[in-house]
């Protein structure tokens, strides 16, 4: 059976809500991935634990916030790149990511080997 592109982004978007909680310690309160030509976009809404939050009033504390995430996140990266392979079948070129300490948000871009809207008809 053939997998609509937006079955494969529902099942990242899965996947990556999963790894969140699993590593991370918690869990989006909303996530969407897309992809758009050869990148796949995730939108993580919700990511900061409350003590994140409070920590993140301060400007070091922001700075401490994001830092910390990012190596958390850095440190996976490849557990992020597997899983992205085994349910896209295309290789990840590369990740990028960011987040506001501001209003709680990621953003994670992949830059894949392939075209995924040719690929799967998007």
């Known amino acids: 059976m053939t997998r609509s592109i937006g079955q494969i982004e529902a099942e990242l978007t899965k996947s ?3 790894f969140e909680k699993e590593y991370i310690g918690r869990g989006p309160s909303d996530a969407r991935s897309f992809f758009i ?3 796949i976009l995730i939108r993580l809404q919700g990511v900061l634990t409350p003590a994140e939050r409070k920590l993140a009033e301060s400007s070091d ?10 190596q958390l996140f850095e440190s996976s990266r490849n557990l992020i790149e597997e899983m992205v392979n085994q349910i896209v079948g295309v290789e990840v070129i590369s990740l990028h990511t960011d987040m506001s300490s501001r209003t709680g948000e990621r953003v994670v871009v992949l830059t894949m080997a392939e075209n995924l809207q040719e690929k799967f008809g998007g």
């Open 61 to 70: 504390g922001k700075n401490l916030v994001k830092e910390t995430r990012r």
């Open 37 to 39: 030509q050869d990148m």
């Open 16 to 18: 990556i809500i999963k």
